[in-house]
Antibody
Framework: EVQLVQSGAEVKKPGESLKISCKGSGYSFTSYWIGWVRQMPGKGLEWMGIIFPGDSDTRYSPSLQGQVTISVDKSSSTAYLQWDSLKASDTAMYYC??????????WGQGTLVTVSP | DIQMTQSPSSLSASVGDRVTITCRASQDINNYLNWYQQKPGKAPELLIYDASNLQTGVPSRFSGSGSGTDFTFTISSLQPEDIATYYCQQYDNLFPMYTFGQGTKLEIK
């Protein structure tokens, strides 16, 4: 069974760093791109970026380039999304999702990130 | 950038009704158009891929059609468990880039 399991909810202060994770299982982790999708409170879905675990090829949404870093650890089948300095506007639910062709067929359960003074 | 315009933003319908949501792209995206359902407090789920293909396990009352710039998502007979927000998503293979529509919140009348 394909599963993407994300790390738990985080509460951080502005300026702090954070790294959240997404662990894949039940399929060949290095053969499928993993994307990250943001959903701000009460808002729609926004694609942030995507990584190919096989060779760490990474692409970012132009609107978010430089604001986050996507990485992967093949040995643990885990993808990561990290911030060096959080802002209140980073408060959102973050989902990882497996890409097959042009669609996202399996999704993690989401990680809620709250940034508050 | 390819822009996606999804309509309506909200919709109220009765159980058993036929429901239609549309998504329009600012330029030709072939059939790189997918549809997702997101229930409150849950992750999105893929319903339709490549405009008209039903994802495995998805009930047959859901369907999609269209190509080029205009796409339609249909629920043939609305069920209470279909209450959710629905999103279209396009894929631009030149970059690559993935863009979601604004969403349609579906409620029972």
């Amino acid at each position: 069974e394909v599963q993407l399991v994300q790390s738990g909810a985080e509460v951080k202060k502005p300026g702090e760093s954070l790294k959240i994770s997404c662990k894949g299982s039940g399929y060949s982790f290095t053969s499928y791109w993993i994307g990250w999708v943001r959903q701000m409170p009460g808002k729609g879905l926004e694609w942030m970026g995507i990584i190919f675990p096989g060779d760490s090829d990474t692409r970012y949404s132009p609107s978010l380039q430089g604001q986050v870093t996507i990485s992967v650890d093949k040995s643990s089948s885990t993808a990561y999304l990290q911030w060096d300095s959080l802002k209140a506007s980073d408060t959102a639910m973050y989902y990882c999702a497996r890409r097959t062709s042009s669609w996202f067929d399996y999704w993690g359960q989401g990680t809620l990130v709250t940034v508050s003074p | 950038d390819i822009q996606m315009t999804q309509s309506p933003s909200s919709l109220s319908a009765s159980v058993g009704d036929r429901v239609t949501i549309t998504c329009r792209a600012s330029q030709d995206i072939n059939n790189y158009l997918n549809w997702y359902q997101q229930k409150p407090g849950k992750a999105p789920e893929l319903l339709i891929y490549d405009a008209s293909n039903l994802q495995t396990g998805v009930p047959s009352r859901f369907s999609g059609s269209g190509s080029g710039t205009d796409f339609t998502f249909t629920i043939s007979s609305l069920q209470p468990e279909d209450i959710a927000t629905y999103y279209c998503q396009q894929y631009d293979n030149l970059f690559p880039m993935y863009t979601f529509g604004q969403g349609t919140k579906l409620e029972i009348k």
